[in-house]
T-cell receptor, first 112, second 116 residues
Framework: ETGVTQSPTHLIKTRGQQVTLRCSSQ?????VSWYQQALGQGPQFIFQ???????GRGNFPPRFSGLQFPNYSSELNVNALELDDSALYLC???????????FGSGTRLTVV | AQTVTQSQPEMSVQEAETVTLSCTYD???????LFWYKQPPSRQMILVIR??????QNATENRFSVNFQKAAKSFSLKISDSQLGDTAMYFC?????????????FGKGTKLTVNP
């Protein structure tokens, strides 16, 4: 059974640029959620994808968008990067209704 | 909206001793799950223990156990026989168990250090 894999592990971008983060779900899971974890804070829910559609969103602006693919992998896209977007981005997969979440090791994004 | 509060930013314990981490939450929901996650320097969130709100019996996983007080909205984690590998950030989290979006709400975390 494979776990959740995220890429890249680290990334440095310039303010105003766009970034794409990737996540491969654990085998057998059909939902993917993305979280932003600022330094010294708990993770904050960005959104969840199920059946390739957004299935709930946290308090994040529309420049945060995502995709889920038929193989249940996912992308998080952030446009017009701001300095405050610097954080650890975590992906978690699960089977809907089972409430068991497997997290990846995250992507550390630094915006300069 | 649900909130999760962890009132202990940092704690330390001697190896082999017992430590308890506190968590309180606020919700009007009746059906939900509570979790404790461990986040070592490797950054991956690792599930320590899970509690279903409708179960009165406290969950246990080897050296880890919880004290779930539903009326008080309290969910503390007890780590027995602490080991050096238990050093990590610990996050308490809540999710409501209904249809729709499955959104985990996390506390701000407790940094636990186990000293030799």
């Amino acid at each position: 059974e494979t776990g959740v894999t995220q890429s890249p592990t680290h990334l440095i971008k310039t303010r105003g640029q766009q970034v794409t983060l990737r996540c491969s779900s654990q085998s057998g899971h059909n939902t993917v959620s993305w979280y932003q974890q600022a330094l010294g804070q708990g993770p904050q829910f960005i959104f969840q994808y199920y059946r390739e559609e957004e299935n709930g969103r946290g308090n994040f602006p529309p420049r945060f968008s995502g995709l889920q693919f038929p193989n249940y992998s996912s992308e998080l896209n952030v446009n017009a990067l701001e300095l405050d977007d610097s954080a650890l981005y975590l992906c978690a997969s699960s089977s809907v209704g089972h409430y068991g979440y497997t997290f990846g090791s995250g992507t550390r994004l630094t915006v300069v | 909206a649900q909130t999760v509060t962890q009132s202990q930013p940092e704690m330390s314990v001697q190896e082999a001793e017992t430590v308890t981490l506190s968590c309180t939450y606020d919700t009007s929901e009746n059906n939900y799950y509570l979790f404790w996650y461990k986040q070592p320097p490797s950054r991956q969130m690792i599930l320590v223990i899970r509690q279903e709100a409708y179960k009165q019996q406290n969950a246990t996983e080897n050296r880890f156990s919880v004290n779930f007080q539903k009326a008080a909205k309290s969910f503390s984690l007890k780590i027995s026989d602490s080991q050096l590998g238990d050093t990590a950030m610990y996050f308490c989290a809540f999710i409501k168990a209904q249809g729709g979006s499955e959104k985990l709400v996390f506390g701000k975390g407790t940094k636990l250090t186990v000293n030799p």
